[in-house]
């Protein structure tokens, strides 16, 4: 049965977190953290809510991991995040020596390709999983604001 | 009476904080959060007692001065902070458009001029503020640890 438990199948589950966040007039990024298959955070961008930069859906996974597991370090865990992290999530899975990251869409200006950003060197990363979907998502998000 | 406000006596209370980060076994970082001479957010690092890589000193400064604020943009706000900000927290102020930051210590390994941070264009930088206190009291820590 692992063959469930695809990138695709979880990133489908970060996506439907961003589809909240979009449903919220927040930025629709979602983001999950799994590890041995089992769903240990899930969450999704709330910047306006809160009126705080750093509740980044990764950031807030991160924290949630963390205090499932009561351990800071995210060892055997995977983060599934639709978004390419900016800096700041960069720097948080950073010390946070997770072991994998999977995202969907590339963020070309704040992604931390972009901008250089330090992932710790124990972690795996693969990018381009439901890019398309993650992508739109976004799109659809920032044209409407523009209406 | 403004002669009183002086970077060197914000920062004498941010290595309070850091201090009390200290006593309690948590490597020795503070801040606060300044506007108009008004001391709107106090923290310390908290990442072993939170189990969360993300509970650095600049997070929960900013997290806390933007709730006092109910804004998500700290302008006219001033961090101070005893060590360089880390790639984490550069992001994380980097999306606050923090008008200034006055920072003691600085981090030659972990430090935002080190890994190339960015931070907001906007974004002032005063370095060097009770430097040698804010990094003994670094250096006293990790030569504890060490024993």
């Given at each position: 049965?692992?063959?469930?438990?695809?990138?695709?199948?979880?990133?489908q589950?970060?996506?439907?977190?961003?589809?909240?966040a979009?449903?919220?007039?927040e930025?629709?990024?979602?983001?999950?953290?799994?590890?041995?298959?089992?769903?240990?955070?899930?969450?999704?961008?709330?910047?306006?809510?809160?009126?705080?930069?750093?509740?980044?859906a990764?950031?807030?996974?991160?924290?949630?991991a963390?205090?499932?597991?009561?351990?800071?370090?995210?060892?055997n865990?995977?983060?599934?995040?639709?978004?390419?992290?900016?800096?700041m999530?960069?720097?948080?899975?950073y010390?946070?020596?997770?072991?994998?990251?999977?995202?969907?869409?590339s963020?070309?200006?704040?992604?931390?390709?972009?901008i250089?950003?330090?992932?710790?060197?124990?972690t795996?990363?693969?990018?381009?999983?439901?890019?398309?979907?993650?992508?739109?998502?976004?799109?659809?998000?920032?044209?409407?604001?523009?209406?």
């Amino acid at each position: 049965m692992d063959t469930l438990f695809t990138n695709e199948y979880f990133m489908q589950i970060a996506l439907n977190e961003a589809k909240e966040a979009f449903h919220k007039g927040e930025i629709p990024v979602g983001a999950i953290v799994v590890a041995n298959n089992q769903i240990i955070a899930k969450s999704h961008n709330l910047t306006e809510l809160l009126h705080d930069v750093t509740a980044h859906a990764e950031i807030q996974a991160i924290s949630s991991a963390a205090n499932y597991l009561g351990a800071k370090y995210l060892k055997n865990c995977t983060l599934f995040v639709t978004l390419e992290p900016c800096q700041m999530c960069t720097g948080a899975l950073y010390w946070s020596q997770i072991t994998k990251i999977v995202y969907g869409a590339s963020d070309e200006k704040r992604g931390f390709k972009a901008i250089g950003g330090q992932l710790h060197p124990k972690t795996e990363v693969i990018s381009g999983v439901l890019e398309q979907e993650c992508a739109d998502l976004m799109k659809t998000f920032f044209e409407n604001k523009r209406k």
